[in-house]
């Protein structure tokens, strides 16, 4: 057989692959209720969730006691059992809240993370096997923001894989403006799965309160390479507010989030933050304190750097990343919504002329949210021409370092003036990164912003000439 009829046959079944998981997804007249397929056979298959990470351990475990295994896995986590509600535990068997994922629990090993794991399991019945599927996972962002897809340890994350085979990802996404995390994929060259398939995992940061915030799969498709019938199960309800009840001994009953605009964030501009909170149980009135970037491990209670709402600054200053709010009741009962501001980075100015052989201009940057720890903050710099601080040939100071940690964390960063030795036109960068974590995928890099400006030098001698 040649090479080219070979590929010739690997287009066409990935082509056949492909149409059958399109079709699969549209309606038919057996399909006529959503999330509902009907299933030959006395066992029915089921698509559902199930409480992982960072929910109440099951069994009678007394709450807030925590599911502890935690990504990467090597195998599926999926404990038997598709949930129709969960108690956010938010890693608390310490006594410490930990909502975010980005937050590092003493409860469990380093690089674990907090907040909450939901797994996507399909349950198949003995004749039933699949090879692909396209399911979305709907949230309410206003209580639950999707921080990363996961699939450690699982088949269609690559694990197990025969020589040969592979995953094709049509759809991997997380929108936390709609709450929506979807992923759409097929195994090529790979077994059929059979029995308990878990999909994928979906990791949450805790960012409100609610006794019952939904997480439902809206999306159900599940192929070999036909579509599948199965049943879907109704919403899975989250509690995020327990918590908040078992430490004040006392029944809550609160709803609360805070949003911030604009969103994303833009340095040195006002920026808005504005909390919504009903509290049954509460004693009136509501108080409001903000602190703009306690860290998990930060003592309580924290700092107020505003107490109204909505609240307004212009940062940086102050420092802006990890958000708490703090709402107190007239009896000194105190719940805490916490957000991560994603990395934003912001340079002036755009456009420099200089004139070569002169050392000139100034340049400032700041920047606003990404991760930060106790011993870890902001590196990176600013990059002026080709060089190091050893080559110095086409100009005075071909980079700037940043780093910021602790107590020395600014959000801001200066650059002095530059003696350009050639004229052009130089594409100049400032790059920061954020304090990497395992937990949401960002090690050994963390996260990173690049932040494009232009110095026009003007002289007699270019750094190069074209021929044409």
Request: aromatic share 6%.
């Amino acid at each position: 057989m040649t090479a080219k009829l070979s590929l010739s046959i690997i287009l066409v079944t990935l082509l056949l692959l492909l149409g059958s998981l399109t079709l699969a997804s549209l309606p038919s007249r057996n399909d006529s209720i959503p999330g509902i397929h009907p299933v030959a056979g006395a066992v029915p298959n089921v698509l559902g969730l199930d409480c992982a990470y960072g929910s109440n351990a099951e069994g009678g475990a007394p709450f807030p006691s925590s599911v502890t295994a935690s990504a990467p896995y090597s195998a599926p986590d999926f404990d038997g059992t598709l949930d129709s509600s969960c108690l956010a535990t938010y890693l608390a068997d310490t006594g410490a809240l930990e909502p975010l994922a980005s937050d590092n629990p003493a409860v469990v090993a380093p690089g674990s993370g907090g907040g909450l794991t939901i797994d996507v399991v399909a349950s198949l019945n003995a004749t039933t096997t699949i090879n692909g599927f396209d399911i979305s996972v709907q949230y309410d962002p206003h209580y639950l923001n999707g921080v990363i897809i996961d699939q450690s340890g699982l088949i269609w994350g690559g694990n197990g894989l025969p020589a040969g085979a592979f995953v094709l990802t049509l759809a991997k996404t997380l929108d936390n403006v709609n709450g929506v995390a979807r992923v759409a994929q097929v195994l090529v060259g790979a077994p059929q799965q059979s029995g308990t398939s878990e999909l994928f995992r979906v990791r949450f940061d805790l960012v409100g309160a609610n006794p019952s915030t939904g997480v439902h799969i809206v999306i159900d498709t599940l192929t070999n390479p036909g579509n599948v019938q199965h049943t879907t199960n109704t919403a899975t309800s989250i509690d995020t507010t327990m918590i908040y009840d078992f430490v004040a001994g006392v029944t809550l009953g609160a709803v609360a989030s805070w949003t911030s605009s604009p969103s994303p964030a833009v340095p040195l501009s006002p920026l808005t933050f504005t909390a919504t909170a009903t509290c049954s149980g509460c004693t009136t009135p509501l108080s409001y304190s903000w602190d703009f970037s306690a860290l998990d491990s930060t003592p309580r209670p924290l700092p107020a750097q505003a107490t109204t709402n909505p609240a307004t600054i212009t940062p940086p200053a102050p420092v802006v990343n990890r958000v708490v709010l703090t709402i107190t009741d007239a009896a000194t009962h105190s719940i805490e919504i916490t957000r991560l501001l994603p990395l934003v980075v912001r340079e002036s100015p755009s456009l420099t002329t200089l004139a070569a052989g002169t050392a000139s201009g100034a340049w400032s940057g700041q920047w606003l949210g990404g991760v930060t720890t106790a011993t870890a903050g902001y590196s990176g710099g600013w990059t002026f021409c080709p060089g190091s601080a050893l080559v110095k040939t086409v100009c005075s100071a071909p980079t700037v370092t940043v780093s910021q940690s602790g107590a020395g964390v600014t959000q801001t960063s200066s650059a002095g003036a530059e003696n350009y030795l050639f004229a052009g036109l130089f594409n100049a960068t400032l790059r920061i990164s954020d304090a990497p974590e395992l937990q949401v995928g960002t090690s050994p890099s963390g996260n990173v912003v690049i932040v494009n400006f232009f110095n026009n030098v003007t002289g007699a001698t270019a750094a190069y000439t074209v021929a044409v």
